[in-house]
């Protein structure tokens, strides 16, 4: 990470979680100029039709926004905006954007393999989607079409915002926050449900939850296994580390030997040698000039 950095760092987008929420701000205007929900689905996240040429799909599901836009998705944007800008000053803009892209990435790679997977077996389809496909299209679209077209609404940037979540809860496991504006509760509490939630969904969700989620999930598990070489960059560390300095700086220094006649030390006289007398009664430390002519204490 750090050669690719070094090698790549230049290229790095800063404020990536601005531009992030600035996508949503276009999908929302898209929906005020044409609120119909089929004009969405022109949008979203769908191998089917990427195979047959719609390439915007790659990119265009990034913009397509939560369901409704209302005071609290306002104040979730905001709270996304403040954890990610906290997370890529912690562990730097680059290393930020590869966790960002990597979960673009194994996304993209997801719904691939999920469309492969239902093309190729049918009978994993969804039978949610089996009815819906029954209502609207019936013989009008072929089902795996169909079935594609209706499970890419899964494969959505949901499930990369918790990705950020989880990132900032790794390394402000302690940071307290307000639960609907009311509870404080620290930050890994809240991780650890979103995990629980995400493993909950994963298992008992249908084919298309399974892959999406899935790819989040080895996304935080890659960024977790790769904290360790970050460690030292979380601030509970960084605090540790100054708090250890500042008390270096003001610790008196301590005298290791001490002649018991002359009363020189190592700091006093570098060059000199000290010894333990060992006919004296008790531990009693002597430079070299008189380790021999002292007189035993007894």
């Known amino acids: 990470m750090n050669k690719l950095e070094k090698k790549f760092g230049k290229y790095a987008i800063p404020n990536l979680t601005l531009i992030l929420i600035c996508c949503y701000i276009a999908g929302y205007l898209m929906k005020l100029i044409n609120p119909s929900t089929q004009f969405l689905t022109f949008l979203t996240l769908d191998p089917e039709r990427i195979l047959h040429g719609q390439i915007w799909r790659l990119f265009t599901w990034l913009i397509v926004p939560p369901d409704t836009l209302d005071f609290f998705t306002i104040i979730m944007l905001f709270f996304y905006y403040s954890i990610g800008t906290s997370v890529e000053r912690t562990i730097g803009t680059f290393k930020y954007n590869v ?20 093309y190729f077996f049918p009978d994993t389809i969804p039978d949610t989607a089996l009815l819906y496909w029954a209502i609207n299209a019936k013989d009008t679209t072929d089902v795996v079409s169909y079935a594609a077209l209706w499970g ?32 404080p509760i620290k930050v890994k509490w809240m991780g650890i ?12 969700g249908n084919v298309f939850q399974k892959f999406a989620i899935g790819a989040a999930l080895l996304n935080v598990l890659i960024f977790y296994l790769q904290t360790k070489n970050l460690y030292h960059l979380r601030p509970k560390q960084i605090k540790r580390r100054e708090e250890f300095k500042k008390q270096v700086k003001i610790r008196p220094a301590i005298t290791k030997h001490k002649c018991a006649v002359c009363g020189q030390t190592e700091e006093s006289n570098p060059n000199l040698e000290f010894r333990f007398c060992s006919k004296c009664n008790g531990n009693y430390e002597y430079c070299q000039e008189h380790l021999f002519t002292h007189e035993h204490v007894k």
Do not use: K
Not at 99 to 118: D, E, K, M, Q, W
Not at 164 to 178: E, G, K, S, T
């Open 99 to 118: 966790y960002i892209f990597t979960g673009v990435f194994l996304t993209i790679i997801a719904s691939f393999l999920c469309y492969g997977l239902t």
């Open 152 to 183: 890419s609404m899964f494969f959505s940037t949901y499930y990369i915002n918790i990705c950020i979540f989880l990132a900032f809860a790794i390394y402000y496991p302690n940071m307290q926050v307000l639960l609907m504006f009311i509870i």
């Open 193 to 204: 449900l979103d995990l629980v939630l995400l493993v909950y969904e994963f298992l008992m």
